[in-house]
Structure formats: C-alpha cells, structure tokens
C-alpha cells in the first residue's frame, strides 16, 4: 500500500497502522465504528488493548498524514473517516472509469478502459495482514477480471485484435475453461486468419471440459464455433455485428451450469397463464440477450396475497435463465409469514452464503463482514436471485449483489418504493386476471369444452374469484377432481358462501379467499379437516411426516393419506418427497379454524404431541453424536407420537440437517411457559450438533431460548450448563466479553449448586480458548483448575478429559514428559467407559507429544490409532486432523512417501469439507513434490 503526499511517498509506519489507513480508503468520507475497525484489522484475535493500540495508529496516521499535506482521520457520528474524494483513491477511481467504459460507446469506451486497467499496480492490500481486506481484495480481482473481458469485447470490435491476441494466451492459462475468454480468444485468431487454430482451440477446450467437469461447451461458444467454421464473415473486426447472435429474452436456453453451480429454483408452473403483459414488462427489464446486464437488475413483483406473485416470478425466472450460467438462487424470506416472524436480514445472508457454498465454519462473525463475503462471491457472478415474500425494502438491501451482471427478482406484498428511489429498482404490481385470463387458467385445467358447456356458471365462478389466480386454483382442483359435477353447483357454493364466510368481492384479498379456502375445506373429509387444523399449529416453515402424525394422533400411513388429501384440494404442497408446507394464506385461515372449531384442551394436546416429537426424536440422535456430557431424562411421549429413531451416525445427522430450520422454528416460536421444560432440553439436543456444523449463531439463539426457560424453571443446574454452551459458542465467534460474562455466570452457578463436573468443564472450555489465543500457559492454569474440580467431582468421564487437558497444555508449553504421563492416566479410564471420541482425543495429545520428543515410531502409533477411531466414528473433521499430523510425523522420520499418503488422505477429507486447513496441507503436499490439488 502507497500513499503520495506533496514531496513524494509518505511513509505509513507498521503494518497494522497501514491497515487501519487502507480499511478507512476502503469506504472513504463513511464514519467506521471503533470496534468495526477492531474486527477489520484483527479479525477474530485483537490485542487485549485493541482500543488503545487502535487510537495510536490513528494519531500517528494523522501526524504522518498532516505533515505531507493531506486529509487526515477525523472522528465523526460515533466513527473515524478520513474526509477524501473517493476518485483520490485508486479502488475507487477504478470504479468510476468502469462504469464509465460500461455506458460509453465502442469508440470512447477504449480508452476509459485502458485507463481504469493501468490503476493495477499487483495484489491489492498484498502486504497488510487482515482477513477483511482479503476478502475486499478478492471481489477487486473478480472486478478486475470481469473489466479485462468487457474491455476485449470493445477492441475485438474495433479491429483491434492483435493487441487482444497478446494479452489472452496469458490469461487463458489463469482460467482454461472460462468460455467467454476461449470465445473472445477464437474470434481473434479467427480475425487473424489463424481458422484452423481458433478450431482447434475449440476442440481441445471442449474435451477439457467433458474430462474435467462433465459438461459440454455453453450454447453461446458452440454457437461461435458453427460461425467459425461457416466463416461468418460478421465475425471480422470492424463489423458492427456482434461477436455472437444476440437471441431474444423468451427464448434463452437454459444455461449447463458448472458443476458447482447452484440451481435452486421451484419447479415451473404446468400450465401458467394469463400474465403475458405481465411476461412482456419483465423481459423490457432485463433487456436483449446478446450481452449481460452493465448493471445489478433489480426487479420487483408486488401485489396482495394470492395474487400470483411467486408463480409469475419462478415462471419468468425459468424463462431466462440460460442467461445467468453461474446460477440461480431461490429464498422465501417469509415476509408475511402469519406467525409474523420475517427472516431477519442477517439470517438471510447467512442462508445466501451457505447456498453459495460456503461453510457455517468460515462465516464472518459480523454482518458487515457477511455482507462483504456474499458481494465478492457475486462480483464477477452473473447470478438470479429470486427474492420471494419480502417484507419491505430494509430487509431485501443487504441481500443485493454490489456489482453489475446479476439479477434479481423480489416478491412482496409490500410496493418497496425506497428500493425503487435509491437502488433503481423497476416495479411491477400486479392486479387480479381480468375475466378473459381468468377464464384462459380454468380451461388450462379444466379443458375448454367443459368451459363452454356452461357458460353463465363459469362467468359467476370468474366473478366470485376477484381475479384471484389462488382461488380459481383451488376452484380447478376441485372441479378437476368431479368430472361429473356440473359447474353450476359449483358456481352456486360460492354465490352462497355471503355472510357465513365472507364474499369473495370484499375489498381485502385475505379476506376475499376465505370464503374459497372455506368452501374447499368443508369439502375435505372430517379427518383431512381435523389434520388442515392442527398443522395450523405448527410454526415451521414446513413439516415432516412423522410430525404431522403426531401433531393429527394417526399412524403415519393414514397420515401420508391424509396429507395427499390435502395436496389434491391444493391446501398444501409437497415441495420435497415427505415434506409438506402451506401457502401463507392458507396457514393463516387454517389457524383461524384451529381456534374457532377447537378446544383450548384440543389445542394445547396437539401442540404437546409436536413438541414431544421433536424433543424426543432430537433426544434420539445423541446416542451417534458422541459427547462427553451428563444425560438428560424427557419425559415419555404423549400417546399417539411418533418418534424418530436411529441406526448409525449418518441417519441422525441427515435427519438434523432436514430438520433444522423447523427445530430452530419450534425453538424461536414456542412461547407457552408450560413448554418451557420442553424448550430447555431441546437446547440441550441440539447443542453437539450444532457445535460439530459450526451453526455458532444458531446454537447462541436456541441456548438463549433455553436459558430463559431454564430461569423461568427455577433450574439453576440446567441454566449453568447452558451459559457453559453459550461460553463455547461466543468463544467461537471471537466473543470475549460475551464469552467471559457467561463463563462467570456459569462458575457462579455451578459454585451455588456444588457442581464440580460443571465447574470441571467450564475451565475446561476456557483452557480451549486461551489456546486459541496462543496463551498457552494460561491455558494450562485453566486446565489444572479443571483437574481440581473433576477430582473432587467423582465423575470418572470428566477426570479423564481434564487428564487429557492438562497432558496437551503441558506439551504446548513444551514439558512432553509430563504430557505424556498426565495423557496416559486418562487411558484407562477411558477405556472401562467406553468414551471412545475422548480416546481418540488422548491419542492425539499422545501423538503430539511424542512427535515433539522425536521418538517417531510412538508418534506415528498413537496418531493412526486416532485416526481409525474417528473413521470409525464418521467424525470426518477430526480423522483429517489426526491424519494431517501423522504425515507430519512420517515427514519428520525420512518417510516422505508414507507422509505424503497421510497429507493426501487428510487433504481429500478437508477438501471435501471445506475445512481451512485444506491450504496448508495442500502447500505440504506440493513441496514434499506432489500437488494435492487433484
């Protein structure tokens, strides 16, 4: 990083003052809180006086700044800023020369590319040390590259080939398969009359490609191809033809993603219909085909319930998205959702990430730095994302991408005018199907002969649906099901419907389908109606089987009857084989009959059943979740639930993973303090499976819920064990303060309560976090104040893991005798109680300190014993570790062959995971002379 004054380069002192100074040009003239400061330039290990530490480096900033006549950091609304013209900045001067370049034409645009490439002076931020700059770092390559590929296109078509044929042999080799460079890289041998050679790169990229990934050539480049060999001769620079055939939006094919591309849309509608103007508007949005978007597109869909918001939404997405090759996402953000609980932005964020492929294990810890994270993934993205159900436009800005070539289409019954003022969204709102279109979808599923046999009963059918394309739906489905029943008694139902259910001509659109949704209903069949009514209890975003079972009291068989009841009157959907949701509307009404026709009795006994299913399945997977904690005893199920056992590790952990977005429901959404035992040990259940997937924020905001059920509970035992949890989890968010202030409150109870075992493991978490911190002596002090408790506490479990605590922090702080003797006490015991997880942990600390001794043969022994237990176990993250430190040992013995089958074995596994250790070991594996990265 440089910095100019008036006499030349101005000296910027240490690396981390520098990288207070860069993370203040990321966002000049923007107030930057102290403690985002804190995080950008330390990350997730500040200085104990990472404050004080921080206003030095801004007054020497400011001294050195001064003294070379320029601006200076100030403190402003709670922040710092340093009050500079953003084009002062290279970052940003780039920027603004892009944009530039994007909306002049060919014969300007040239040289505002030109200009904006030269800024590019190496690496940005190459030499600081901050994981958020990285991270900005990252997006600026991806906005680099994208601004090489826009700038080849505008001298392709000025004849300027040549210089375009230098600059892409180069570039090829950094990405062999991006399809828009080979293109571009064709049509300039092909300008060269180099034919034969731009054929011949055809060919070998395709089979790269079928060998690498699969997939055969996008439908663009097998387009170029054909020209190519037709001799095109609009493909010669200086013909203002485009470099491939723009195609029209409606007929876009659908994109072959990469491999790992995410494709996430619903299912197209069978038989859409009737919003061809609706079609028309969004296709003017995106614009032609031939090149994508200089700008993120962002298009709004609004309207009132049920007006068709999301099926107009995931149809058109469909239509277009051969245009977005690097994918499609889809998220129901739950805006209105009738239990009035909209996802939260940063829960939203977190999901986009996640569907992005990143790991919960590598998520920043802030939103800010979230947000960071998911616009550099989409920086040089071209992307759909399908916003569904927003609940205004506060929650849908930080979902956007931050720079141009991605779409994104939002739902809403909200009109989202400030998304329209400040980020140039174009709206549609859609209005009821007139009657000529409302007619069109009944005969798409009724057939038009039997439309046109009664006439005067479908106009009264058309009217009494307000346009509705929900209603008239439901209305189909019904008819569809009575081949036999005339229209006109259907027609009559409805005109009937008046006080008793409300009119379908009211003014309110939740209102006007209930008198359908009413009519629907008492068609069902008393026991599909009874069960329509309890799964209005459920707070989930959708439901299982065996819950619904349980919440109806019926055997699963007639339940899945049931459920396909319900799915035929299209009162429910099965969006994934055995998971079932309603549509907001149809929730809404269905708990408006669950008060109105049943008890309060009936009420509480269902949702008990549903409780009791999900804490007594979730109870059942700790069994293959190993974990060295005391047991829980719930409560016997409630007659008539249905509770979900397991066979192996896998089976629990799959049903956890489907599980977890209702658990987290049920959690969040259970308010009833005669549920509150219920709550606690839910938290309890979930905490090793959270622990294991990293989910650290959820694993905070379900031990909260516990913890205020534990108060209200009067359970002191139960609420240390839960401050325990929240210690670990605010630990692994870099949480200090938090961390801390739960350890206390934890010592604190355990002390009240004379739990040495809890008192044991909560040193225990605290010697974990200050090795963390490399503070390896206190963390040893820790330890031994562990062994203290578990002595005195008579669990033999406990004793063993803080044997093993104060063996490992012995041999970090390099007394390996000691370790090992310490390490071995906790073998025994061990092995009379079967711990096998805490065994595979003492083989570990063994290994680590018989490596350190030299004694290789030992190391090599205890490290492949700990793999092969955590193998055994399916504890895939921990096999790795064990596994990267035994070819540590082996490379440390002369052995480079074993060693480099260790590294490839624990590369194979972290790779699969993701796990940040991929890297190193990766690194290894490449200088002992064999790159792990096949």
């Given at each position: ?281 969004l296709d003017a949005v995106l614009g032609g085909a031939g090149d994508p978007p200089s700008a993120t597109v962002i298009a709004t869909i ?72 998911y616009r550099s993934r989409l920086a040089d993205a071209r992307m759909l994302l399908l916003l569904d159900n927003a609940r205004d436009a ?162 699963v068989p007639q339940t899945r009857r049931l459920l396909d009841e319900l799915c035929a009157a299209h009162l429910l959907s099965e969006n ?359």
């Amino acid at each position: 990083m440089v910095a100019y004054g008036v006499d030349g380069i101005v000296e910027l002192g240490p690396t981390r003052q520098r990288t207070v100074l860069a993370t203040l040009l990321v966002e000049p003239a923007t107030a930057v809180k102290p403690e985002q400061l804190i995080d950008r330039v330390w990350g997730e290990r500040p200085p104990q006086r990472a404050r004080q530490t921080l206003h030095t480096y801004l007054s020497r900033l400011r001294t050195a700044l001064e003294a070379a006549g320029g601006p200076t950091p100030v403190r402003r609304g709670g922040g710092y800023l340093l009050d500079v013209e953003p084009t002062a900045v290279d970052l940003h001067r780039f920027r603004e020369l892009v944009a530039a370049a994007r909306a002049a034409d060919d014969a300007h645009a040239a040289g505002l590319w030109r200009d904006a490439l030269a800024l590019w002076r190496g690496t940005p931020f190459d030499d600081l040390d901050s994981d958020w700059l990285h991270g900005v770092a990252a997006g600026l390559e991806r906005e680099r590259w994208a601004a090489i590929l826009d700038r080849n296109d505008v001298l392709l078509r000025g004849a300027d080939h040549r210089s375009v044929l230098a600059d892409l042999a180069p570039a090829l080799d950094e990405h062999p398969l991006n399809e828009r460079l080979a293109g571009q890289f064709m049509v300039a041998l092909y300008a060269a009359g180099r034919q034969a050679d731009a054929l011949a790169h055809y060919r070998t990229l395709r089979q790269r490609l079928i060998d690498d990934i699969g997939s055969e050539p996008g439908p663009a480049l097998r387009e170029l191809h054909q020209r190519i060999l037709h001799q095109d001769p609009h493909l010669v620079p200086g013909v203002a033809a485009p470099v491939t055939a723009p195609q029209p939006a409606a007929a876009a094919p659908p994109a072959r993603p990469a491999s790992d591309a995410p494709t996430q849309l619903p299912a197209d509608i069978a038989g859409f219909t009737g919003r061809d103007d609706a079609v028309e508007q969004l296709d003017a949005v995106l614009g032609g085909a031939g090149d994508p978007p200089s700008a993120t597109v962002i298009a709004t869909i609004g309207g009132t319930g049920g007006i068709g918001k999301t099926a107009l939404a995931v149809h058109w997405a469909h239509r277009v998205r051969g245009r977005f090759p690097d994918g499609q996402l889809y998220l129901n953000l739950r805006g209105f959702d009738p239990g009035g609980q909209a996802m939260p932005s940063g829960t939203a964020l977190r999901t986009l990430l996640e569907l992005l492929g990143v790991p919960p294990t590598k998520l920043p810890t802030t939103m800010e730095a979230q947000a960071g994270l998911y616009r550099s993934r989409l920086a040089d993205a071209r992307m759909l994302l399908l916003l569904d159900n927003a609940r205004d436009a506060e929650q849908v800005r930080p979902l956007l991408p931050g720079a141009p070539g991605s779409l994104v289409l939002v739902t809403s019954r909200s009109d989202l005018a400030s998304l329209v003022a400040a980020e140039g969204a174009r709206p549609l709102w859609l209005d009821g199907l007139d009657a000529g279109q409302a007619r069109l979808l009944l005969a798409s599923r009724l057939g038009p002969d039997r439309l046109a046999a009664e006439p005067d009963a479908v106009d009264t059918i058309v009217a009494a649906c307000a346009g509705l394309p929900l209603a008239l739906a439901i209305i189909a489905a019904r008819a569809a099901t009575r081949p036999t029943l005339p229209l006109s008694a259907l027609a009559a139902e409805l005109a009937d419907a008046g006080n008793r259910l409300d009119a379908l001509t009211g003014p309110d659109a939740a209102t006007d389908v209930r008198a359908v949704f009413s009519w629907s209903y008492h068609a069902l069949g008393a026991e599909a109606a009874r069960l329509l009514r309890v799964l209005g209890l459920h707070p989930g975003p959708d439901i299982g089987l065996a819950a619904a079972a349980s919440l109806a009291r019926r055997p699963v068989p007639q339940t899945r009857r049931l459920l396909d009841e319900l799915c035929a009157a299209h009162l429910l959907s099965e969006n994934a084989p055995g998971r079932y949701a309603f549509h907001d509307l149809i929730r809404a009404y269905a708990v408006e009959l669950a008060h109105a026709e049943d008890s309060a009795d009936d009420r509480f006994a269902a949702q008990r059943r549903m409780l009791d299913h999900y804490l007594l399945s979730a109870h059942a997977t700790d069994e293959w979740l190993p974990a060295t904690r005391d047991p829980i005893s719930p409560d016997p199920a409630s007659p008539g639930v249905v509770v979900t056992t397991f066979t192996d590790n896998p089976g629990a952990r799959r049903w956890l993973t489907d599980e977890l977005a209702v658990l987290l429901a049920v959690v969040q959404g259970t308010t009833d303090p005669r549920f509150d035992r219920h709550i606690q040990q839910l938290g309890w259940s979930l905490a090793t499976f959270l622990l294991w997937r990293g989910h650290w924020h959820h694993q905070i905001s379900v031990q909260e819920a516990a913890l205020r059920a534990a108060h209200r509970l009067g359970d002191q035992p139960g609420a240390a064990d839960i401050h325990r949890r929240l210690l670990y989890a605010h630990m692994m968010l870099g949480r200090r303060e938090q961390a801390h202030g739960h350890s206390v409150a934890a010592l604190d109870l355990y002390a009240a309560v004379g739990d040495n075992t809890g008192s044991a493991r909560t040193h225990l978490g605290l010697m974990w976090f200050f090795e963390q911190q490399g503070e390896y002596h206190d963390a040893l002090r820790h330890a031994r104040q562990a062994l203290e408790f578990a002595e005195r506490s008579g669990n033999r479990g406990v004793l063993a893991v803080a044997y093993n605590g104060v063996g490992w922090t012995h041999s970090l702080v390099g007394e390996h005798e000691t370790a090992i003797a310490y390490c071995e006490r906790a073998l025994p015991i061990l092995e009379e109680l079967g711990e096998r997880a805490t065994m595979a942990d003492v083989w570990d600390s063994l290994g680590h300190a018989y490596h350190q001794l030299g004694r290789h043969p030992e190391a090599i022994g205890y490290y492949q014993r700990a793999a092969d237990q955590s193998r055994e176990m399916g504890d895939r993250r921990h096999e790795a570790a064990h596994l990267a430190r035994l070819g540590d040992v082996h490379s440390s013995a002369g052995d480079q062959v074993a060693a480099r089958q260790s590294w490839g074995a624990a590369l194979a596994i972290f790779d699969d995971i993701d796990h940040p250790e991929a890297g190193s070991t990766r690194s290894k594996l490449a200088a002992a002379g064999q790159d792990g990265a096949a």
